[in-house]
């Protein structure tokens, strides 16, 4: 018997990219050794009949719509989902990726390998814009690891016989993939880096700016404050954020020193750490920056 995989998307007002994400699913090697369905949730008003229509014959897909606005609330659809499905495997991917061909071999062969729960790898932009590359999370080895995201994570079944779901109060601001993963974590969950297993994030222009960079770690840094309180608590998670904001202060003091040597990568990530350092402030005096 085929091993079920449910691959598991959502998407808003992206239909072209959507498409170009399930045509790389398609091309995923020993893509048919494995019972695959996509389960698509959509967070639009767009009509998905006649794009549906053009996979029918290719791909099993699953299409739900989610009327509450929002990431988070995308996201728990889908958990509440799978909960109710027999399945070995569920993935996480983002809409506008696309998978490097050897993916699916590469995470089953670690998942196996290492016999850990969860897999994750990196998201590597299509653009070569500076801000876009700055900010890519992207180990060079394989290792262990405390969180994962959703733009790339493979996962076995059983790690959601609990009640941990996408914290809503990051709903419109990001963070609830790092609190999810964390938590799971947490209770035991091990998570695993593989460097190997790539999805490319097609480009975006609205993304490859000086006002995106700054607004998105800015939005990185408010968030943490609610990610390490409801992890550890308000006594622990404080302590927690003022050792991140010290190693933020001392990440800020070495890229000024190597902006003394003209560098521009080192001057926007002078920048990326002071929006971060920031952005705790803001999250500390209880504000938002939302961006979904």
């Not at 994750?120 to 992207?138: A, C, H, V, Y």
């Not at 003022?242 to 902006?259: P, S, V, Y």
């Not at 005096?285 to 961006?291: A, Y």
Request: proline share 1%; with cysteine; hydrophobic share 45%.
């Amino acid at each position: 018997m085929k091993n079920k995989i449910f691959i598991c998307i959502c998407t808003n007002n992206r239909k072209l990219k959507l498409f170009k994400n399930l045509i790389s699913i398609l091309g995923l090697k020993n893509f048919s050794i494995y019972d695959i369905e996509i389960i698509l949730v959509s967070n639009d008003r767009l009509s998905y009949e006649d794009f549906l229509e053009k996979f029918k014959n290719t791909l099993k897909i699953s299409f739900f719509r989610e009327s509450i606005s929002g990431v988070s609330y995308s996201r728990n659809r889908i958990l509440k989902i799978l909960r109710n499905k027999k399945f070995d495997y569920g993935v996480f991917v983002d809409d506008d990726c696309i998978f490097s061909p050897n993916w699916l071999i590469s995470m089953m062969k670690v998942l196996k390998r290492e016999k850990v729960d969860i897999v994750s790898g990196p998201q590597i932009t299509k653009s070569n814009n500076i801000f876009l590359r700055i900010m890519e999370r992207n180990f060079r080895n394989e290792l262990e690891i405390k969180w994962a995201s959703t733009n790339n994570v493979i996962f076995k079944s059983d790690i959601l016989k609990n009640d941990i779901n996408f914290n809503n109060k990051l709903n419109h601001i990001g963070g609830e993939d790092q609190l999810f993963f964390l938590s799971l974590n947490k209770i035991g969950k091990k998570i695993f880096w593989n460097p190997n297993a790539t999805v490319f994030e097609l480009s975006d222009k609205k993304r490859e700016n000086l006002k995106w960079f700054i607004k998105r770690n800015l939005r990185y840094g408010s968030s943490a404050v609610i990610i390490y309180k409801s992890l550890y608590g308000n006594f622990l998670g404080y302590l927690i954020l003022l050792i991140k904001l010290m190693n933020d202060f001392r990440k800020l003091a070495i890229f000024l020193i190597k902006t003394l040597f003209l560098s521009k990568k080192s001057f926007y990530s002078l920048l990326m750490y002071k929006a971060r350092i920031l952005g705790v402030f803001f999250g500390l005096l209880g504000f938002q920056i939302k961006e979904y």
